[in-house]
């Protein structure tokens, strides 16, 4: 079946089935392989995406849901103000390890600055624990978070 | 932009052997002709090329798995080439062994075994600069003095940089590496210098990085169904209705070829049913259709539930294996004023790396080539050759980074089901494992039951100690990574000392997981000898010092089956800084905590590292014997890996992410087997650490006087019973069986 999507300001029209989840018309349809794969049940957030201004697990989303909604994607993320600070945070901390959950934290963290401009440890608890970092880097990322927001930081080395 | 010269002299492969501290270098320095590594850069060396406006590209010679090697290892020789990093760009390097020695990721040995050898590639590229610096300039090279990539002559005020002379350097002769001048470690200018993943700009905006986002041109992609149970075959599927699948465009039997006996991933391809298809989706999709009947062998009896049963009959007997035996502990504990007993148990662990499983194959005029996240290329090239009958030299493995590896990637199951599906397929495939896949068809960190006995004299201190250690294994054989040392600690600490092992035949793969051995064995020693601490009446602290004071057993004397390789040289002297440091940290003794909270020490030394922590958690009795909600507080970390940290940044980030892993082990993982298959699947019933359940880790290292060892796995071992102390501390409550949701036999709940 053929659907018209807007990604990253982009329109396209992709030829697949309807249960198709978005990620997978990301990754292999469009080529775009920043959104990952790690569990294709909503549980670890590594394929999250923002539609419409709402951040998603693209793994259990069917295209045939996407409609006409803007998708935003990790490739296009540092075009927003927030999406921009964010990443720039990531590298100023040196979050990553393998980085491969880190496309998902930075689409989940800045979908948390959008809509909480200085989150405590209580909002980043709430916000991204559906995030797993199996490399578990979760002490860098909270710092990020509040680099990005404008709070104090303790630089590590 | 001038070629560099290819000509006889240059191909004159250096082979240096027996240098400084003994290592072998068994690698040829030379480069890839310009033609070959396709850049009109000037290439030094295998390692090192400098283009004409002074960048210094530096390949990257071993897998990057996450433990940030890809930009170490460059760092190194950096340093020693003296040019400033941020003019440096690192390039995975090919994987040939001849060119850049052994090319792996595991036990925490990429700095240890290239911390030498890298110093002198970079030193000697800065050497033959240096000479045809001289040359050109037309001075003693004892006059002349480098830094920042250029080469000055103080006297004449001269000077060329790097990328003026780069095409005549790689025309000198190699120096013999042996004999090349290091720098004094005072004047190092990268090592040290906290920098940043080389890859970090890719992975914030989402380039295509791992394994996973391989494109090869007229690329299908694939999934393998494998039997639940190891070595099962198929009897019949469905394929016709697989076949008729949107987008599918092969399915077929796939039938094993691991041998009997074989209890490792990288010893054949498993039976299974491939499904190929335009998209991985497509794949996917079909796959729901597929019906498999499985023939499986004997393992499709065994579960958890057995294990447990076996080890619950071993350990009421006496060791069938003996690993160690010091003095006599019958007489110790007949004159012990004390005696302790417990039991231990862990169980089967999955890797779940956040990069599902996955490789890429092209089989393409008698030649195969794979793009794989692998630790271990070389395993991969090796199952190919044997499997598929293919000559290592037509056999191309691409390192590709990889979501982590812990252990896992170190097996070649992924390359060889890619190399063979490609094959079969006639096209380049893509196969790609789904999470449950991942889960399921693992090779487990061994599960384990221990039943201690210690004797305390009437002046607390340790006097005899047994292990019965029931473990896994088939034919008197440990299964892989199942076994344990003669020198596990406190071996050689206490004068009346027996180890000995039962084992429980084993129908499931296993293999090492990030500190493997000790992942487990920390938890049972560190937490039997908080016990032993307790019933002396000493607080743990005083009692552990105690403990490291001296040596009681002089020579490790192992008997029966050879174990784990004895660690070299533990030195306690090292382990005691590390306990003391990590106690005045975090305040141990110190501090009024409020009731319900306290702290746990605990400390190990594996991969050549010595690691102590101290956790704050706060938890509450619940029930009889059980515990309630259990919050770890925070963790402090002292480590002593050797005089130099590479990359400071890299090197905290790995320590709080091995204790925090810790964590994540000790609080709800384990993975059962029920009809001999794995009964996990996904992040649901095999939960990994999350945000709102990971403390702050404050790390700390002390720069002894040693060569840099890893970094990857030592921090991991310490946390479990640091955590599972501090819980006894807080509640009274001693932690014997993990996951902790186990220790709810009194009806605790995490
Ligand atoms: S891949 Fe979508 S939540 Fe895990
Ligand atoms: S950095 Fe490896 S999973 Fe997060």
Redesign the interface.
Known sequence: MAFTLTVNGTSHTVD??E???LL?VLR??L???????????G??G?CTVHVNGVAVRSCVTPIASVGDSKVT???AI?ATEIGKKV?DA??EL?V????????GQ?MSATKLLEQTPKPTDAD???H???????????????AAIKLASGQPVVK?? | MTHHSTSASRRTFLKASAVGGGLLLSFRLAPLGSAEANTPDAAINAFIRISPDNIVTIAAKNPEIGQGIKTSLPMIIADELDVDWKNVRVEMANFDPDRFGVQSAGGSTSIPRNWDMLRRVGAAGRQMLVATAAKTLRVPESELTTNSGVVTHAASGRAVTYGQIASAAAKMPVPDLKAVALKDPKDFKVIGHSAKDVDGPKIVTGQPLYGIDVAVPGMLYATFEKCPVWRGEVARANLDDVRTMPGVRNAFVVKGTIPEGEMTLSGGISGGVAIVADTWYQALAARRKLRVEWTTGPHASQSSKGYAAQAAALAKQKPVMSIRKDGDVEAAFKGAAKIVEASYSYPFLAHACMEPMNSTARFQDGKMEVWSPTQNPGNGRALIAKTMGIAEKDITINMVRAGGGFGRRSSADPIIEAAWIAREAGAPVKVLWTREDDIRHDCYRPGGFHTFKAGIDAQGKLIALTDHFVSFGNDGKYAPLANMGASVFPADFVPNLEFGASLIPLGTPTGPLRAPGSNALAFVFQSFLDEVAHASGQDPLAFHLNLLAERRVQAAAPQGQPGAPTPPSFNFERMRAAVHLVAEKAGWGKRTLPAGTALGLAYYFSHQGYVAHVAEVTAAKKGENGIGQVKVNKIWVAADVGAHIVNPSGAINQVQGATLDGIGNLLAQEITIANGGVVEGNFDTFPLLRMNQAPPVEVHFIKSGNNPTGLGEPALPPTLPAVANAIFAATGVRVRDVPLNKVSKGGAAV
């Open positions: 697949v089935d249960a198709t989840p997978w292999d349809v080529d775009l392989k920043g959104s990952k794969y790690g569990c294709g049940s549980l670890c590594a994607t990790i490739e540092g990443q990531w590298i040196d990553a390890q393998c980085g491969y959950c880190q496309a930075i980043i608890d709430a991204m624990t559906g995030n797993i970092c199996r490399c578990a880097t979760y002490n860098r990322i909270r590590e080395a």
